[in-house]
C-alpha cells in the first residue's frame, strides 16, 4: 500500500454525522468538510512539518456504511465542488497565541 511518504498507512477516521435534506446537500457538506480539513493539514504541515492524518479522499456513507458519494449526481456538481474549493482556498484560520 502506497503511504505518501508518511510510515504509516492511510487510516479512516470517524465519521462525521451529517443531517441533510437530500444526498446531494449531504456531499456538498461532506466534501466541504474535506477541503477544510485538508486546507488545516496543509498550514499544520507548513508550520511544523511532516505530521500524522493527511487528508487524501471523502466517503459519504449512508445509514448501511455503503459509500455513496461515486453515485451521487447533480445539476453543476463540478461547479458547487469549485466554488467550495475557492472559498476554502480564501479562509484564513485563526492563529493561535
Do not use: H, W
Not at 443531517?19 to 477544510?36: G, H, K, M, P, V
Request: glycine share 4%; net charge positive.
Amino acid at each position: 500500500m502506497k503511504t505518501e511518504g508518511s510510515t504509516t498507512a492511510p487510516a479512516d477516521q470517524n465519521p462525521l454525522v451529517i443531517t441533510a435534506i437530500s444526498d446531494s446537500d449531504a456531499y456538498l457538506q461532506a466534501y466541504s468538510n474535506f477541503c477544510f480539513s485538508r486546507k488545516a493539514y496543509n498550514n499544520e504541515f507548513e508550520r511544523s512539518g511532516t505530521i500524522a492524518g493527511r487528508p487524501i479522499s471523502f466517503r459519504l456513507l449512508n445509514n448501511k456504511s455503503e459509500d455513496i458519494a461515486p453515485t451521487i449526481s447533480f445539476v453543476n456538481k463540478d461547479t458547487l465542488e469549485k466554488r467550495i474549493e475557492r472559498k476554502v482556498s480564501q479562509y484564513q484560520f485563526q492563529k493561535n497565541n
